[in-house]
T-cell receptor, first 108, second 111 residues
């Protein structure tokens, strides 16, 4: 079993839809969690850190469930520009483990 | 402008010819890391460094070396490249809260 697992998708959604991604992790020693966005084999860019209390940034909401060992990302009111691959990662004291990424395609 | 730079961006080489990919950051971050990205396998950490002269293995360190002689630079060295090291490589520097900033990537082909 991979340490960090994501549904690779693709998720094909219409503009304006709400879409949610989950990411499960197996190492309970994971200290912190993040979502990154990657466009077409360019460098990943930090989207959000994920806090235990949950956090929101505009249309994006991230949640952490330590008991069930998963993090989630919710995107509301999807835009065409949200089309990308979304990577989750956790940190184990400098050792950073990425999921495989979930591909999102937002259609007009 | 805060950034991570990598050079070269594209490299085609032959098996066994030593090469170095440079990485430099101007954000004064203590921590730096190298990854490779392959289809179906995602981003995998090769090595990371938490301070000058301190380096640790990630998930896939075999066939790679790194050095951290100064804070801003973290070169990746392939002493004897092989075709299975053909990949897209990313360098990143990260904050003390582990938020990462990636370089633009280096596409390496080993024939």
């Amino acid at each position: 079993r991979k340490e960090v697992e994501q549904d690779p998708g693709p998720f094909n959604v219409p503009e304006g839809a709400t879409v949610a991604f989950n990411c499960t992790y197996s190492n309970s020693a994971s200290q912190s969690f993040f979502w990154y966005r990657q466009d077409c084999r360019k460098e990943p860019k930090l989207l959000m850190s994920v806090y235990s209390s949950g956090n929101e940034d505009g249309r994006f909401t991230a949640q952490l469930n330590r008991a069930s060992q998963y993090i989630s990302l919710l995107i509301r009111d999807s835009k065409l520009s949200d089309s990308a691959t979304y990577l989750c990662t956790n940190n184990q004291g400098g050792k950073l483990i990425f999921g495989q990424g979930t591909e999102l395609s937002v259609k007009p | 402008e805060a950034q991570v730079t990598q050079n070269p961006r594209y490299l085609i080489t032959v098996t066994g010819k030593k090469l170095t990919v440079t990485c430099s950051q101007n954000m004064n971050h203590e921590y730096m890391s190298w990854y490779r990205q392959d289809p179906g396998l995602g981003l995998r950490q090769i090595y990371y460094s938490m301070n000058v002269e301190v380096t640790d293995k990630g998930d896939v360190p075999e066939g790679y070396k790194v050095s951290r002689k100064e804070k801003r630079n973290f070169p990746l060295i392939l002493e004897s490249p092989s075709p299975n090291q053909t990949s897209l490589y990313f360098c990143a520097s990260f904050t003390s809260s582990y938020e990462q900033y990636f370089g633009p990537g280096t596409r390496l082909t080993v024939t």
